[in-house]
């Protein structure tokens, strides 16, 4: 009996802990974001032709797997603004990759970073994650940031808003940040 004491302070201690984890998985269920803006992401694949206007380029060509350019890679520097028009002045680039990963539909996965350098905001947003693309709205996980988005995360909605062919689209984002730090 002499441990008794010991056991059950470590039993309480499991109790309690769990019950704030608990209390905690709760609390971010329901959280408001920190911080939230739209953005608009133009991208112009190079077609053979057009450099100067080009904004991202194929790495890898399709395989021969599937019908829905499996295996293909693209990587990109691309103009984001706050509004669809894509000569309004950029607030930021887009910088990353895609590439389409499923032989049976178009899917991609995409990592990038927002970088911003403007009067409004300095730093960077990175996003990854998978894209299906033939959902109306997708959400990416925003897993960081540097400068006036110090590790900040939280989840990017896309929204395909505008396509011609594969030479251009457009994604509006939804940035919702839930941890912010000043």
């Not at 396509?163 to 730090?181: A, N, P, Q, S, V």
């Amino acid at each position: 009996m002499r441990n008794f004491p010991e056991k059950l302070c470590f039993i309480l201690f499991l109790l309690i802990t769990s019950q704030l984890v608990v209390a905690h998985k709760r609390s971010l269920k329901h959280k408001e974001p920190c911080q939230r803006f739209v953005l608009y992401y133009h991208d112009i694949l190079f077609d053979g032709k057009d450099v100067a206007n080009s904004t991202s380029a194929r790495i890898t060509n399709a395989t021969k797997l599937g019908d829905y350019i499996f295996g293909m890679m693209i990587v990109f520097d691309d103009p984001v603004t706050l509004d669809k028009n894509l000569l309004s002045p950029p607030v930021g680039r887009a910088q990353g990759f895609y590439f389409y990963d499923k032989k049976t539909d178009y899917n991609a996965w995409m990592s990038l970073t927002l970088v911003f350098n403007s009067t409004e905001h300095r730093g960077t947003l990175n996003i990854m994650g998978a894209d299906f693309m033939n959902e109306e709205t997708r959400d990416l996980p925003i897993v960081g940031g540097t400068g006036d988005f110090f590790m900040s995360r939280g989840i990017a909605t896309f929204h395909t808003d505008a396509t011609e062919g594969i030479k251009y689209f457009r994604l509006k984002m939804d940035i919702k940040l839930y941890e912010c730090y000043d």
